[in-house]
Structure formats: C-alpha cells, structure tokens
C-alpha cells in the first residue's frame, strides 16, 4: 500500500504513532522512541508524527533531487527535512513488531549520535533554509 500511494505522496512513512499504527516495542524503546521523536519534531519543526520511523516508500525523483549527507543510521529525518518543502509527505500507519532475531544496537552513543544528528540537521536547515 505504502509503495501504490508513492505515486501521490512522493514520501510515504511508515508510521507507528498516527491512528492505527502499532508498536510491539517494550514500554521503555517506546518512551525513548516517542521522546526523541518529539525532540526531532520540535527542533526542526516537523508535522510528521514518526520521523524516526526507518520505513519509507520514496519517489526515486526525490532522491534524485535531494541531496542527502546522513548521519548514523536516521536517513529518513534527513529526507524529511530537506524534501518538505518540494515533495508531498505521507504517513501511513504500520505495525512495527518486537524484535525476533539479533540484538539492537541503540544505546547511550547512539542517543547520543541521533541527539547530535538533530542539532545539525537543525543548523544545515537555518543555514540552508529548507
């Protein structure tokens, strides 16, 4: 569904935190998760509910017109903020299930990262004006 609605919302987030979205995560991820989703929304003003989401469907004309220098693993924010103002963005809501293999990598350094990530983006933003 995500991809079919690309050829309308060139940016289509997959979202855990709009109404039917889901997550399995413990409560702990989802109050980190929630809390630096609304620090990136409010340091670098985005109406997007769950720009740390990850899961996006996007127009291969966006990438081929925004330029992006990603930071870490939040390539998404970076896309988000450099293309609203030329593209439509769309979130849909997703369930996003508990880990079932592997070990996450997030911890203090990636908080830490993601934390410094925002404030750049903030500054590329003023500077830039997007």
């Known amino acids: 569904k995500m991809v079919d609605l690309v050829a309308t919302y060139p940016v289509v987030v997959g979202s855990r935190y709009i109404n039917g979205g889901v997550t399995n995560d413990s409560h702990i991820r989802q109050f980190i998760s929630r809390l630096f989703c609304r620090i990136a929304r409010l340091v670098l003003k985005l109406e997007i509910e769950d720009p740390m989401s990850g899961f996006v469907a996007i127009d291969r004309q966006v990438l081929k017109r925004v330029h992006l220098e990603p930071f870490g693993y939040k ?34 350094r990636v908080g830490i990262s993601t934390m410094a990530f925002i404030l750049l983006l903030r500054l590329r933003k003023t500077i830039h004006n997007y």
């Not at 988000?80 to 997030?106: D, L, Q």
């Open 75 to 108: 390539f998404l924010l970076e896309l988000i903020v450099k293309s609203n103002r030329y593209f439509r963005i769309f979130e849909w809501p997703i369930i996003f299930e508990a880990r079932k293999m592997g070990s996450s990598k997030t911890g203090v």
